[in-house]
């Protein structure tokens, strides 16, 4: 796993997670150790006593069901500038902790700035308390790159394109899935 993080301190990437928590931005954020960006529902940035605290851990605001032009922008000059970026596919929180459909942005995103993407996934995040008081807790595993180079000379219907990555995303997302569950057997098993 090490070497995955340490690789993609070279380039920017977009890292693209499930999403159960709204910590979950905190705590992929000090598994991965360089500093990363994501996006943050417009809302949260009208609670003055959380909106300084997003701001402090890279987070910037975005209009979610709409095309957010500013955000666009902001992420093109982050990914440009060689930081990278964290994204969720889904686009919320499940409300279950099970996946979601994936949407396209992240997709689109990856495919406008040309960079690679690196899927990851949480859990343990879904249910917070339960999550402290078993072990092993709150696990990300983080996954292989995902090379935009693959998808930038397809000739398909962007459309089209967008959905077969998203839909890539969210396979290798849930193939990380099922080695956390693996883990985690072999964990109680050990005990």
């Known amino acids: 796993m090490l070497g995955r993080i340490e690789e993609t301190r070279q380039t920017p990437v977009i890292f ?19 500093e ?19 701001r402090f851990f890279n987070a910037f ?4 069901g709409n095309f957010d032009m500013e955000a666009i922008r902001f992420t093109k000059r982050i990914l440009q500038g060689g930081q990278s970026l964290l994204m969720f596919p889904e686009g919320t929180r499940s409300k279950t902790g099970e996946l979601q459909e994936a949407r396209s942005g992240v997709a689109m ?5 040309k960079v690679d ?3 990851i996934h949480i859990q ?8 402290f008081l078993r072990y092993p807790g709150i696990m990300v595993n983080i996954g292989n790159r995902i090379p935009i180079n693959e998808f930038l000379n397809r000739q398909i219907p962007r459309k089209k394109l967008y959905q077969e990555l998203s839909d890539r995303i969210m396979r290798e997302i849930a193939e990380l899935r099922n080695e956390s569950l693996v883990y ?7 005990k």
């Open 109 to 113: 995103l990856a495919f406008q700035n």
């Open 184 to 190: 985690q057997a072999s964990l109680r098993g050990t």
């Open 61 to 64: 605001p975005t209009k979610r």
């Open 117 to 119: 993407i690196v899927p």
């Open 124 to 131: 343990g995040t879904f249910k917070l308390r339960k999550s």
């Open 36 to 54: 990363i960006f994501y996006f943050a529902k417009q809302e949260i940035f009208e609670w003055f006593f959380i909106r300084d605290l997003a």
């Open 16 to 34: 693209a997670s499930n999403h159960q928590s709204f910590i979950d931005p905190l705590v992929i954020g000090s598994v991965i150790r360089q």
